[in-house]
């Protein structure tokens, strides 16, 4: 039998996967941004918070400089930790080459200082206030370099 009747095959028409790709495309900026994020927030600020060293678990052994220790990470990121930084006794940072914004980190901070656990004290900057010690400092940087996310265990007290 022959069937005369026009019918669309979804094998052979490319529309419905050329706008799928589209939109899974369009999601990929927002998942590097919260990369950064979520790599600074695990490796960098749970770890300081809680007194332990920066999470380097699951990286390669990493290109060590004096105290600096430079891990690369997905995306381009890089994973800095300084065991003798010029501002304090320990630091941990994730630079993102890509400069892209962090949208989590910001509702982190906003909601850190509306809790009063963190205190602006430079654009860019915030200490820990009251609950630590010695206090902590979260950075956040925007250059030529890309976007670097840091905290420092500083030789403040609380």
Not at 40 to 63: I, K, Y
Not at 68 to 90: F, K
Not at 145 to 152: A, K, P
Request: glycine share 10%.
């Amino acid at each position: 039998m022959i069937d005369f009747a026009k019918r669309k095959h979804p094998g052979r028409d490319p529309g419905p996967l050329v706008a799928c790709a589209a939109l899974l495309l369009s999601f990929l900026p927002a998942m590097a941004q919260a990369d950064a994020w979520a790599d600074f927030q695990t490796r960098c600020v749970s770890a300081l918070e809680n007194l332990v060293p920066p999470v380097v678990a699951g990286l390669d052994q990493g290109t060590r400089d004096g105290a600096v220790t430079r891990y690369a990470l997905s995306g381009g990121r890089v994973l800095i930790v300084d065991r003798a930084p010029e501002d304090g006794i320990s630091a941990c940072a994730v630079r993102d080459p890509a400069n892209a914004p962090v949208p989590g980190f910001d509702d982190w901070i906003g909601g850190a200082v509306s809790e009063g656990r963190y205190v602006p004290v430079a654009e860019g900057r915030w200490h820990s206030h009251l609950w630590i010690e010695p206090k902590l400092e979260v950075q956040k940087d925007s250059g030529a370099d890309g976007l670097t996310l840091r905290i420092v265990e500083t030789r403040l007290e609380a």
